[in-house]
């Protein structure tokens, strides 16, 4: 079993984000999934519970911070991000070519991430597979972001 870490857009960015997402898996037939940032991840070899602490403890520390989407990147893995930038496929590059439909500028949107949002993310199994574990405050010093 894997897990990852995610930051998760909220409110009106999220659900501006899930419908392009949505509207571009039905189109090229691939599986719909959450609007996300990979913190971290796939992490492998450790029990839920233990990936839970780690999350936890981390939140802990960490203090709430600004995201903002510059570039679309993808991994070693089909769905997984390990913070390689993605070569740009056909399908990313229609998407970033909707300009009159406002995706570049939802593109460099920043969004406040304020939780850890932990996931069981199995490497064999599709998005729809995908679960969330648990969504933990971000409590380090500093202020939350807004």
């Known amino acids: 079993m894997a897990y990852s870490l995610w930051a998760q857009p ?3 960015l999220a659900d501006q984000l899930q419908v392009i ?5 039905d189109k090229h037939n691939t599986p719909r999934f959450v609007p996300h940032v990979t913190v ?4 492998e070899g450790r029990s839920g519970e233990e990936v839970l602490k780690i999350c936890t403890d981390l ?5 709430a911070y600004r995201l903002r989407f510059d570039c ?11 913070g390689e930038r993605a070569e740009l496929t056909e399908q990313l590059q229609e998407l970033l070519s909707l300009a009159e439909d406002g995706v570049p500028a939802l593109l460099s949107e920043s969004f406040a991430a304020n939780t850890l949002a932990l996931w ?3 490497l064999d199994g599709p998005p729809e ?7 933990v405050p971000l409590k380090g010093s500093g202020a939350a972001v807004a």
């Open 72 to 82: 679309v990147g993808k991994g070693s893995t089909e769905f997984h991000s390990d």
């Open 21 to 25: 997402i949505n509207e571009m898996a």
């Open 120 to 122: 069981r993310t199995p």
């Open 129 to 135: 597979e995908w679960a969330q574990v648990a969504e």
């Open 10 to 12: 909220t409110g009106p």
């Open 59 to 63: 939140a802990e520390t960490l203090p």
């Open 40 to 43: 971290a991840g796939p992490i």
